[in-house]
């Protein structure tokens, strides 16, 4: 978890120091917690100028932003409420909404930062990977992996409840850099089928392949023992 801070925090120097900002989408799960607590404390926090870092999220559960399963809920209170950027730029996913409203809006306060007519480059993307292969909220045999003109939709998964947001492909292949953290032997049979997969759409996880960007994976040894 410390070389995945340490990786982190050099993006951020160096995009803050090249132009002036650093754009981050976040991800949930206790690896990423994990992660936010190392960066939230010293002596990595004192490195980095949080006033110019921007956060946003890869996806979210359809709940309001106060709930236990709330990712947004976990990046506050693990490193949000520690290192205090300016409110205006936390970008959260709004899940109390309507979830097809939800993702409208936050497609509006991407397109900011997009340079027409391309699509939004962020700095970084921090996901993980499911025991079934999916990341982010791109479930195996979800319709959301078909999108390819949206950038932010509403998702439904089978057997679950609660409605999701996520990026979709085309917006997460479009970053400056994708950084997976898989950690957990739970992981490693979906670890050591995501690089050569036989069914694609059975692991999302593979399908993202920035295009022009650089894409990492950080893996503790549970996870990797069947590489």
């Known amino acids: 978890m410390q070389a995945a801070a340490e990786r982190v925090t050099q993006l951020a120097e160096h995009c803050i120091a090249k132009r002036g900002r650093f754009d ?13 607590r190392l960066l939230a404390g010293p002596p990595l926090a004192g490195r980095i100028d949080w006033t110019r870092v921007h956060f946003f999220w890869s996806d979210e559960r359809c709940v309001p932003a106060d709930h236990p399963d709330s990712n947004y809920r976990m990046a506050r209170q693990s490193l949000l409420d520690h290192v205090a950027p300016p409110r205006g730029n936390v970008h959260r996913l709004r899940g109390e909404l309507p979830p097809p409203l939800a993702a409208s809006r936050y497609e509006q306060e991407l397109a900011a930062l997009a340079a027409p007519p391309g699509l939004p480059r962020l700095d970084l993307i921090l996901l993980g990977m499911g025991e079934d292969g999916h990341t982010a909220s ?21 057997g679950r409840e609660v409605a999701r947001l996520t990026f979709t492909l085309p917006l997460l292949n479009a970053a400056a850099h994708v950084l997976f953290l898989v950690a957990g ?20 996880a593979h399908r993202v392949q920035p295009v022009n960007g650089e894409l990492s994976w950080l893996v503790d040894a549970d996870a990797a023992v069947l590489l």
């Open 185 to 204: 032997a739970d992981k490693a049979r979906a670890l050591a089928q995501v690089s050569t997969p036989a069914d694609p759409d059975r692991l999302p």
């Open 24 to 36: 981050w989408a976040l991800a949930g799960g206790k690896t990423p917690e994990a992660l936010y």
């Open 138 to 158: 791109l479930f195996p045999g979800s319709a959301a992996l078909m999108e390819s003109k949206r950038w932010v939709v509403a998702t439904s998964i089978a």
